[in-house]
């Protein structure tokens, strides 16, 4: 890409084969929530909403922030706000008719004076049903029931759960036990007269392994992007007899070789002289570090494509720089384009493999990469 030190290409057609898989799953009468929560997971939130706004049903979001920016984007299906919105900005949460979650009964307490007949407030009540975050005790729930059948301007939308455990293991009873919590959190909210509104609970690993939670809606976030949650999913799905299911990754990262030296041996390497080459060595500076989101956990650990081959990362990774050993790496040039995650050529560097040696998850890897980064859609 012309102009640019780093860059991120993300696959339109891979992020569309992951959608439709899981439309094939879920069926025809299960809404897709499509979440590109924090920039898209590191996605680009913009880009990844234009790319797949046709497949979706609804966009969850994190922040009224997020929502404006797919507004005015001009992305027309319903957004929901996962995250809590401050009660200063709930106006503009009733003002652009977004869907908000709620979990507080003062979110309430604003809505109802914000609200009014011909902008009602969408509401989606979190239950709390095991995973100790946002969310409403079973026991508080008919006090905001009855405090929104009182007051009409604010319309129960949906109702929703997380599960605090379906992705980490093959053992998905302490996600049965959550399950019914929500299923008698459902029942009161009928009981009470609530109909039509969209239950919700599933995230990508429920989705795929847990098909009593899919109920009206699955919130598709990490898979979306061609993800899979865990290891213990791709087993569950394994164990659940389903194997025409493939995800497919849709980032492609990557910057340019910035300047090629000669290393004699002896020489020592980047801050803190943490390594010291033993052998007459040549080496490529990379214009990008952990400012960009690679890891400092990948000093001399990580591994980048460069005319597709593997070269390691010598040295610490800095805040705008890496170093990387090229010396068996024919006809390297300045500036020939670097693969720092995603395939080039037959050589492919996954999230999963940076997480490993950073000792986290492939969420983190993504989600961390510094949104100022030009994303562009291929395909």
């Not at 004076?113 to 009602?120: E, N």
């Not at 109909?195 to 809606?217: G, Q, Y």
């Not at 213990?232 to 394994?238: C, E, N, P, R």
């Not at 040039?333 to 986290?360: P, Y």
Request: aromatic share 8%; with cysteine.
């Amino acid at each position: 890409m012309q102009n640019q030190k780093t860059w991120i290409e993300i696959s339109g057609d891979n992020l569309l084969h992951n959608i439709r898989q899981f439309r094939a799953c879920v069926g025809d009468d299960v809404k897709i929530a499509a979440v590109v929560k924090s920039n898209a997971y590191g996605h680009g939130l913009i880009e990844v909403a234009k790319a797949v706004e046709e497949q979706a049903d609804f966009f969850g979001v994190d922040s009224v922030d997020e929502a404006i920016l797919l507004r005015r984007a001009e992305i027309s299906k319903p957004i929901l706000i996962l995250g809590y919105t401050l009660l200063t900005r709930l106006a503009e949460v009733v003002d652009n008719g977004f869907n908000q979650v709620v979990s507080s009964f003062e979110t309430l307490e604003a809505l109802k004076t914000i609200a009014t007949a011909d902008r009602p407030a969408l509401i989606h009540l979190k239950i709390e049903t095991g995973t100790s975050r946002q969310g409403i005790w079973l026991k508080d729930l008919p006090q905001f029931l009855g405090f929104i059948k009182a007051n009409t301007v604010i319309k129960l939308s949906g109702m929703s759960t997380h599960f605090a455990n379906v992705e980490d293991t093959t053992d998905h009873s302490y996600a049965r036990t959550q399950l019914k919590a929500f299923q008698e959190a459902v029942a009161v909210a009928e009981n009470c007269g609530f109909k039509n509104f969209i239950k919700h609970t599933a995230c990508s690993a429920a989705a795929l392994v847990f098909p009593e939670a899919r109920f009206d809606m699955i919130r598709l976030g990490i898979s979306l992007y061609g993800l899979w949650s865990s290891d213990a999913t791709k087993v569950s799905v394994k164990q659940s007899g389903v194997t025409d299911f493939a995800l497919k990754p849709c980032m492609t990262w990557k910057t340019r070789v910035a300047q090629i030296k000669e290393l004699p041996a002896g020489t020592n390497v980047g801050y803190g002289c943490t390594e010291k080459v033993n052998a007459n060595t040549r080496i490529a500076i990379l214009p990008v570090g952990y400012w960009d989101g690679y890891d400092r956990g990948l000093s001399s650990v990580g591994n980048v494509l460069i005319r597709e081959k593997r070269c390691r990362v010598i040295g610490r990774v800095c805040m705008n720089m890496i170093i990387v050993d090229v010396s068996h790496v024919e006809d390297v040039a300045l500036e020939d384009e670097v693969a720092l995650l995603g395939r080039q050529g037959s050589e492919e560097i996954m999230a999963e493999e940076l997480a490993r040696k950073c000792q986290t998850i492939n969420y983190e890897v993504v989600t961390r990469i510094n949104p100022v980064i030009k994303r562009v859609i291929r395909g």
